[in-house]
């Protein structure tokens, strides 16, 4: 069987080795990008579905969240009917990081796509779409406890 995930591992790392270089001029420490792209993307998000979406530990996410409130780049609110739980959203500073963010993604895109055909492209996107729906399962089972059979 063809291993993808050590191409995919490094793909992974190179590019969020690049990623935290660059974007220590807009005050993101390493990985926190992604993290406002998302809080962004989706405002009034909680931390349990953040950590779904970005597929880590709630304790991973708080302490991102936390870093992102401490450089002022996203603040938690209280919702309107429980006060215990914090809603995040993109400050305006985090708003003029965004499309800075953005850029990167698409740049580094392009160059990870260069040379594939546009049919290609879009059935490589299929192809790890549907290898990520494979994992959700067993990641969403193992986050709750489970252990794997192998």
Known sequence: MVDIL?????IDRALDS???IE???VDLARGQYLYLVRIYEHPGIISEQLSNLIKVDR???AR???KLEANGLIERRRGPD???IKHLY?????KQVYPFIIRENEHS???ALKGFTEKEAEQLHDFLSRARHNIDGDWDFVKHGGKRKY
């Open 82 to 84: 429980n006060k215990k």
């Open 59 to 61: 304790t991973t996410i």
């Open 23 to 25: 974007f220590k001029k």
């Open 90 to 94: 993109v400050t305006a500073k985090g």
């Open 18 to 20: 690049i990623a935290n």
């Open 64 to 66: 991102a969240v936390k």
């Open 109 to 111: 895109n392009a160059v």
């Open 6 to 10: 050590r191409e995919i591992g490094m």
